[in-house]
Nanobody
Framework: QVQLVESGGGLVQPGGSLRLSCSAS????????MGWYRQAPGKERELVAA???????NYADSVKGRFTISRDNAKNTVYLQMNSLKLDDTAVYYC???????????????WGQGTQVTVSS
């Protein structure tokens, strides 16, 4: 089995910073994509930032220049450094990974349980 465990959410004032972490564990052969999505109340889940194929990163326009995704491949962990947070960044942030597992030939998609980020004065 595979698990994604997130940490780092919380309450922060506008202009503040938070760092999210997500670690994948289990019978993982290769992680082909890993990143962060978010879902605000009444809205659809949207991509925030992700590593896609190779070292390619993809950011939502709304977070470019403020958020930075990074990773530690040895630990199967991705981080999201969020700076200059705005009220509109309030959402549940979900980690996602698309990966291959031992003994399987297909890719699997996994989601973390979500971590709440609240930006409020």
């Amino acid at each position: 089995q595979v698990q994604l465990v997130e940490s780092g959410g919380g309450l922060v004032q506008p202009g503040g910073s938070l760092r999210l972490s997500c670690s994948a564990s289990g019978d993982i052969v290769k992680i082909n994509a890993m990143g962060w999505y978010r879902q605000a109340p009444g809205k659809e889940r949207e991509l925030v930032a992700a590593f896609t194929s190779g070292d390619t990163t993809n950011y939502a326009d709304s977070v470019k220049g403020r958020f930075t995704i990074s990773r530690d491949n040895a630990k199967n962990t991705v981080y999201l450094q969020m700076n200059s947070l705005k009220l509109d960044d309030t959402a549940v942030y979900y980690c996602h990974a698309r990966l291959r597992r031992r003994y399987y030939f297909t890719e699997f998609n996994y989601w973390g349980q979500g971590t709440q980020v609240t930006v409020s004065s």
